[in-house]
């Protein structure tokens, strides 16, 4: 618990210290009069899949973890402190779908010795 506190006493500095060399740019923005970005318009595609079964069974199995671990980060309070857990659960989650060798080997025998 100690670590936690000292970590989430570190974050404002550690952000205030980035703001110097990070700017945010949104697309609403203007620079000499033209918009600061030019985006193409947004694209939605939507693939249904099949998985093998193996490779359904180690998504299941991480989609499952990763709900555990938000439910358990819910009942902490400690959601928002925790953000970059869940998009990088989502971001493997992803991978997955898309071939089971974009998961980091690291990622990949956790998940693979959870499941027995």
């Known amino acids: 618990a100690e670590?936690?506190?000292?970590?989430h006493a570190g974050l404002p500095?550690?952000?205030e210290a980035l703001k110097i060399?990070?700017?945010?740019?949104?697309?609403?923005?203007?620079?000499?009069?033209?918009p600061i970005?030019?985006?193409?318009?947004?694209?939605?595609?939507v693939?249904?899949?099949?998985?093998?079964p193996p490779e359904r069974l180690l998504y299941d199995t991480m989609f499952e973890n990763g709900r555990?671990?938000?439910?358990?980060?819910?009942?902490e309070g400690s959601v928002m402190t925790h953000y970059d857990k869940i998009l990088e659960r989502l971001?493997?989650?992803?991978?997955?779908?898309?071939?089971?060798s974009l998961?980091?080997?690291?990622?990949?025998?956790?998940?693979?010795a959870r499941m027995g």
């Open 21 to 34: 060399y990070l700017l945010r740019r949104t697309k609403e923005q203007w620079l000499r009069g033209k």
């Open 103 to 112: 998961l980091p080997k690291t990622v990949q025998a956790a998940e693979e």
């Open 47 to 52: 693939r249904e899949l099949e998985l093998s």
């Open 91 to 100: 971001l493997r989650l992803r991978q997955l779908c898309c071939h089971q």
């Open 3 to 7: 670590a936690e506190v000292a970590e």
């Open 68 to 75: 555990a671990m938000f439910r358990t980060l819910m009942q």
């Open 37 to 45: 970005l030019s985006l193409p318009p947004k694209e939605v595609i």
């Open 13 to 15: 500095a550690l952000r």
